[in-house]
């Protein structure tokens, strides 16, 4: 068990991160700026990280975020949602093309015009699953300090910056819908423990995203069955998106300003290249489907699963379009990483050392 002492410390930490998350969440609603309460909390928390503050989001606080979010997700899928998901396969294939054109483009920049390793310059391009990727960099050559920045910048633009882009550019749905009715208490209970045990059981299945999809997954079937039309409250709703923004500024812990120096302009260069490609392929998408730009380029974004799950519901899009959308990617980087990787460093380096040694010696060639 942990001193007291540490205990007082993380729980002010704690309480310091998520107070000044809501702070920041509610300056920007007063604003009036899309998905104010996750970029809002996201940019003050990243701030504090900066500013050396101790700053922390308890993994129990976390868990209820995720569950709530998965939960709410799960009441605005109805029966004619699952109608439009024949257009789905479409959209998906383009998604894949995207993954490919969007981590070859970010890895040339890094590479040849930043002048980053081609271990560090791949691992860092990878569009999204941040904590997957900077485990599997770990046990290469890649310097994992660019990785980890890399990634953890290019989800702060995207959080932050994409809603007000999609926002100016009159792309967005509208925001989070109000809830239709008020529901009672025991049918918010008795949705919320249904959630949770979907949520723990794809955690515990080891499903990308597993309590936030397993929640909403949970969620759906209730409404789309008619068993339930509960609704949450905003209270709940509010209050999760904060630790969603401060859960992503918690990743940016231990970034000086030099470090910012060193590899902004770097990482700032493959995460336009990465979108300018996702946005590009996202306007195929819509035409070769018609379906809405907005929700295509948020589904399109090359972020983390769950944030850019829950960015695309509070910007008002359709949740289960965007979780199939963001797993797909998910899954299919899990798979296709650690064999690309083998395929373009591993066998190289391979291939290399079999020419070295089989390259005749000096000796050799004076016989």
């Known amino acids: 068990m942990r001193p007291l002492a540490s205990q007082l410390r993380s729980a002010v930490a704690a309480v310091v991160t998520l107070g000044a998350g809501a702070l920041g969440g509610g300056v920007f609603a007063a604003l009036g700026l899309p998905a104010a309460w996750i970029s809002g909390a996201l940019v003050v928390s990243i701030a504090l990280a900066v500013a050396g503050v101790r700053i922390a989001v308890p993994e129990w606080i976390r868990f209820l975020a995720f569950i709530v979010l998965g939960t709410s997700m799960g009441t605005a899928l109805m029966p004619e949602t699952f109608a439009r998901a024949a257009t ?47 485990a599997m960099a770990a046990d290469t050559n890649a310097d994992l300090r660019k990785v980890a920045f890399a990634q953890a910048l290019r989800l702060f633009l995207l959080v932050a910056a994409l809603p007000n882009v999609l926002g100016a550019a009159g792309l967005t749905a509208g925001g989070l819908p109000p809830p239709p009715h008020v529901s009672t208490a025991l049918e918010v209970a008795i949705l919320l423990a249904v959630c949770v045990t979907t949520g723990l059981g794809a955690a515990w299945l080891k499903v990308p995203g597993g309590l936030i999809l397993g929640a909403l997954a949970g969620s759906a079937a209730l409404h789309a069955t008619s068993l339930s039309s509960a609704v949450l409250p905003q209270a709940f709703i509010v209050p999760a998106f904060v630790v969603l923004g401060a859960s992503v500024g918690v990743r940016f812990l231990g970034t000086t300003l030099g470090t910012i120096r060193a590899y902004f302009f770097a990482s700032l260069g493959a995460f336009l290249v990465a979108v300018s490609i996702s946005t590009l392929f996202a306007l195929l998408a819509a035409w070769l489907t018609g379906d809405d730009l907005g929700k295509l380029v948020t589904a399109f974004a090359p972020g983390a699963l769950e944030a850019m799950t829950a960015l695309g519901f509070a910007l008002g899009y359709d949740p289960a379009f965007m979780s199939a959308h963001h797993l797909f990617r998910f899954a299919g980087l899990s798979v296709a990483l650690p064999v690309a990787a083998r395929l373009l460093f591993a066998v190289v380096e391979e291939a290399k050392e079999v020419t070295r040694h089989a390259a005749p010696t000096e000796g050799e060639h004076t016989k």
């Open 88 to 134: 789905w396969p479409v959209s998906m294939a383009c998604l894949g093309a995207s993954v490919l054109a969007t981590m070859a483009g970010g890895a040339l920049f890094l590479n040849r015009v930043a002048g980053w390793s081609r271990e560090t310059a791949f691992w860092a391009s990878a569009p999204g699953a941040f904590g997957t990727v900077v």
